[in-house]
């Protein structure tokens, strides 16, 4: 499937005291590029988040190749590897032009949320709608 | 008023490529404090906001004197100054033993929150609870 | 003096259970908005601090106005108010188009730094520079 | 080998807009499990870090069971799986009581880094020292 590529610069607020980015931030460049790409695709996350339906991350596998540092320019590519029924697999790479960063492999659960409240949230896993499912197949 | 303290370890995740505590991690320092002030004080935010009463800082100005390090054990001191109609007043220091590394004042609005079906919230300002305001002000 | 406008979108990572962006993220847009206004000028802080020459906040003040959302695009509008001769101050607005969202005063101060072989870092606090003082006050 | 357990209060700032820990801050959890697991066997990582070793995630995988909610009482347990030449391997659990809400393989490199006045640090893998070697194998 089609792969989509956002671009981000790394701030201070990104690094740590080994002068590079953090390794938990790299996950916050990945939910970027995956909302990018679903957007791209005519999947609006924020949309779908108020009608109660979400995608939480279940499972992530990252290596972490070359660091990324204050000032750099880095590329995020998301793709989806395969549509389960009830389950998204992406896969993204972080590269700094030739130089690849970090390789990502995420699975989204699809889930309905119901906040009652503000009180902690039910969460129902449920089939991913058709609507979406069509979105995120399209060429 | 009353002062409590409470203790911190300054980790990976709060440092920056300085090699020093990134200015905006301070503000989840002080949020701590603020919190288990009040759970010393006998009110539990966390229970409030299940309840949908909920506290957003509307205002902060903080004063960094020193650089707190990876590795540092530190110290935030938290106590308010004053009880308005629907705003709280804090006044915090965070220290490492005897050097000063920032002192802060923040203002807290009192607002209740709906939540329909995990849409954008409505917040409306309101008068602190009695129960609240009593337990804030209990020496 | 200019002002000068980035745009930013909110992603998840931006918010808290609020619903809304978490009070200390609001301080990493600010920091991008001053990063990209020196930038604009000519003056490149990725490459002072190779140089050891860094800004760190000394003082911030910030009002909160209204929140930002989830999915939300705002704009990060920043000037600099006055020149001292070790301290730079900035003024910014955090707006949604025509909702003003947050005003922020930050103090920056210019300081030498020294990092040997990892060690904790040394600060001096030193004049501005004249190549950076001219850049940072051209129309 | 031995486990060693600690426990974290979730604050607002761990939280995002679906009411729960947001995916990428249980990375800070686990940093801080396996900073506290090494300090109990003996091996400060403050300490190495000032002597210019340290220890880069390489790779992480994580399964996210269930979601930890804004004031949670959780529960970080670390043992180390093996130790190679230049690695270390982690396995690592959270917890809320009896809820299993995570479970996370990490890999460490041991790297000797140098840095040169801020610019951006060199690093070369390194055989882990025998003194730390023998620590962390302890029982």
Chains 1, 2, 3, 4 share one sequence.
Not at 46 to 56: A, L, N, T
């Amino acid at each position: 499937m089609k792969e989509f590529c956002i671009e981000k610069k790394v701030y201070y607020h990104d690094t740590d005291a080994g002068g590079i980015v953090y390794y938990a931030n790299y996950l916050k460049y990945l939910e970027e590029g995956r909302s990018e790409y679903c957007l791209k695709q005519g999947v609006d996350l924020v949309e779908y988040m108020r009608q109660g339906i979400v995608f939480p991350v279940v499972r992530l596998e990252i290596d972490y190749k070359n660091s990324a540092r204050y000032g750099d320019t880095i590329q995020v590519k998301s793709r989806i590897e395969k549509l389960g029924n009830a389950s998204v697999y992406f896969v993204q790479e972080i590269r700094r032009g030739e130089a690849l960063l970090a390789v990502a492999k995420t699975v989204w659960a699809c889930v309905s949320m119901s906040i009652v409240s503000a009180s902690p949230s039910l969460m129902r896993p449920q089939k991913i709608p058709d609507a979406i499912r069509q979105k995120l197949l399209t060429e």
